[in-house]
């Protein structure tokens, strides 16, 4: 089956700094990688998502890419706030169904 | 729309008895996926249904564990018997509105203390 990684776990950076997380996969079937962030007593909250026809995705200060070749993606985040501080989770489904998670990256903005 | 309800937020009991944990995914969802997660393991899948039907259990750690989906607005699951190692925030998700759409939606979760 699929098994996802991520890394780093815990990330800090400045308040205006950009943050990059980065999850490599394993089955070459995987065509759809979601990213999720998940506040203190929240379930995860979808945020950006990108299919393996696409390489890069953006949307306001948050992008990710994906390099299918070498079976790793990554999400950008440009002039972090404070209120980006959350645990965020990379995904890799083969199919419509079988979404598996990495293991997160708390991420804290310092003000 | 309300977006995924879970019920309880919080869940305390004792070694050895039942637990019940109930799911009303978002109106016209037909996929509904149930998750752990703890500290140890990150977010695991248990189980998912489509259409009400289980396709996939085999996520489920054991027999203690079981999920049913009576009707397409509601989804238990159950822990019978309970153990402390059942610790964990139980997520409730639903997905659908097309064949292609994987987008989850994921519910608040469950708090789950056994003791």
């Known amino acids: 089956g699929e098994n996802v990684e991520q890394h780093p776990s815990t990330l800090s950076v400045q308040e205006g700094d950009s943050a990059v997380i980065k999850c490599t996969y394993s089955d070459s079937a995987s065509n759809y990688f979601p990213w999720y962030k998940q506040e203190l007593g929240k379930g995860p909250q979808l945020i950006i998502d990108i299919r393996s026809n696409v390489g890069e995705k953006k949307d306001q200060r948050i992008a990710v890419t994906l390099n299918k070749t070498a079976k790793h993606f990554s999400l950008h985040i440009t002039e972090t706030q404070p209120e980006d501080s959350a645990v965020y989770f990379c995904a890799a489904s083969p199919n419509n169904n079988d979404m598996r998670f990495g293991a997160g990256t708390r991420l804290t903005v310092k003000p | 729309d309300a977006g995924v309800i879970q019920s309880p937020r919080h869940e305390v009991t004792e070694m050895g008895q039942e637990v019940t944990l109930r799911c009303k995914p978002i109106s016209g969802h037909d996929y509904l996926f149930w998750y752990r997660q703890t500290m140890m393991r990150g977010l695991e899948l248990l189980i998912y249904?489509?259409?009400?039907?289980?396709?996939?259990d085999s996520g489920m750690p054991e027999d203690r564990f079981s999920a049913k989906m009576p009707n397409a607005s509601f989804s238990t699951l159950k822990i019978q018997p309970s153990e402390p190692r059942d610790s964990a925030v139980y997520f409730c998700a639903s997905s659908g509105l097309g064949r292609h759409d994987e987008k989850l939606f994921f519910g608040s979760g469950t708090q789950l203390s056994v003791l």
């Open positions: 249904f489509n259409n009400n039907v289980p396709i996939d």
